[in-house]
Nanobody, 123 residues
Framework: QVQLVESGGGLVQAGGSLRLSCAASGRTFSNYVMGWFRQAPGKEREFVAH????????DYADSVKGRFTISRDNAKNTVYLQMNNLKPEDTAVYYC????????????????WGQGTQVTVSS
């Protein structure tokens, strides 16, 4: 059974930092693209960042570029999202995802989702 389990969310003041973790299990993800998405209240889910498990190339949404860093630990089968200089507009539920390609920054029918973790940034 494939599982993506997020952790690390919480409440932080603007300008602060959080690190989200996504522990992956249940299959081999070495050929997958791992990503983070977020959904704020009343808004659609949006792409945040992704990283190729093999090779480590990354991609970021413009809104987080320079503030967020995605990384992976192959030995632990875990993907991280380091979030610095957080802003109130970063408040959302953050989801981990895995997809064979994550083309167009989207998760297709062969992809997987975690259950989400809440990040709240106070002003």
């Amino acid at each position: 059974q494939v599982q993506l389990v997020e952790s690390g969310g919480g409440l932080v003041q603007a300008g602060g930092s959080l690190r989200l973790s996504c522990a992956a299990s249940g299959r081999t993800f070495s050929n997958y693209v791992m990503g983070w998405f977020r959904q704020a209240p009343g808004k659609e889910r949006e792409f945040v960042a992704h990283i190729r498990w093999s090779g480590g190339s990354t991609d970021y949404a413009d809104s987080v570029k320079g503030r967020f860093t995605i990384s992976r630990d192959n030995a632990k089968n875990t993907v991280y999202l380091q979030m610095n200089n957080l802003k109130p507009e970063d408040t959302a539920v953050y989801y981990c995802a895995a997809d064979p390609t994550m083309s167009w920054r989207r998760v297709g029918v062969l992809g997987y989702w975690g259950q989400g973790t809440q990040v709240t940034v106070s002003s």
